[in-house]
């Protein structure tokens, strides 16, 4: 899952992206919102994670702009302002959680994950399709009980396919969702991934079908 990450105090931003990395995310950083917009308008990221007292433009700017565009993108505020009417103002933007400063890691780990789920339309932390179970707190899949050893890549693509099930997931997200500014994915590596992928799930009655020109969409046959 790839997260955008708009926060200005450089030491926590390293906090939260290291913090979310660990939890299997890929993280962009920028420290103010101008650049922040332009980024959410050109790539398609599974979150947005913004601080409210931002440099120039504040936060409820950003989001208010967002929102303006129609973009679908999660949004969660972290703020270190406590006051109701802010919260209840960003709730009111577009935003769609908030986390007030100082906070734990993992309960911004679990909120993220939350609003990741809920933008793929998932209301439980588990998924199953036919045998097929993720457990997206544990990162963990396993066919009929039985654990399936998976690279984190391979593990990210199946999350991404079960995600969007059973509508088709396109190659051109998966790529920006599994990639970073840092670390670029190409077709190539998605194809191979989703071969790897095809070979542990055969004979499982769980398939991932090429739609040609488009993507792959996960669908099982029960």
Do not use: C
């Not at 993720?134 to 690279?151: F, P, Q």
């Amino acid at each position: 899952m790839r997260v955008l990450l708009v926060e200005d105090d450089a030491a926590l931003a390293a906090g939260i992206v290291e913090g979310l990395e660990r939890a299997g995310m890929s993280v962009d950083h920028l420290d103010a919102a101008e650049p922040a917009e332009s980024a959410l308008a050109l790539t398609a990221y599974d979150l947005a994670i913004v601080d409210l007292g931002l440099p120039g433009m504040d936060g409820l700017e950003l989001i208010r702009r967002v929102r303006r565009r129609k973009l679908p993108i999660p949004i969660l505020i972290l703020t270190a302002r406590d006051g109701l009417d802010d919260r209840v103002k960003g709730l009111d933007i577009g935003a769609d959680d908030y986390l007030v400063k100082p906070f734990l890691l993992p309960e911004l780990q679990a909120r993220a994950r939350a609003l990741i789920r809920r933008g793929g339309a998932a209301t439980s932390s588990t998924l199953t399709i036919g045998p097929l179970t993720l457990d997206l707190g544990l990162r963990t899949a396993s066919l009929d009980g039985t654990e399936l050893e998976l690279t984190g890549r391979e593990w990210d693509v199946l999350q991404h396919l079960m995600l969007a099930a059973p509508k088709v997931l396109s190659k051109k997200k998966l790529m920006e969702s599994l990639g970073s500014w840092d670390s670029e994915i190409s077709p190539n590596a998605i194809e191979i991934y989703v071969s790897r992928l095809r070979a542990k799930l055969a004979d499982s009655g769980v398939t991932i079908r090429t739609v040609r020109g488009i993507g792959y969409r996960l669908e099982s046959a029960e």
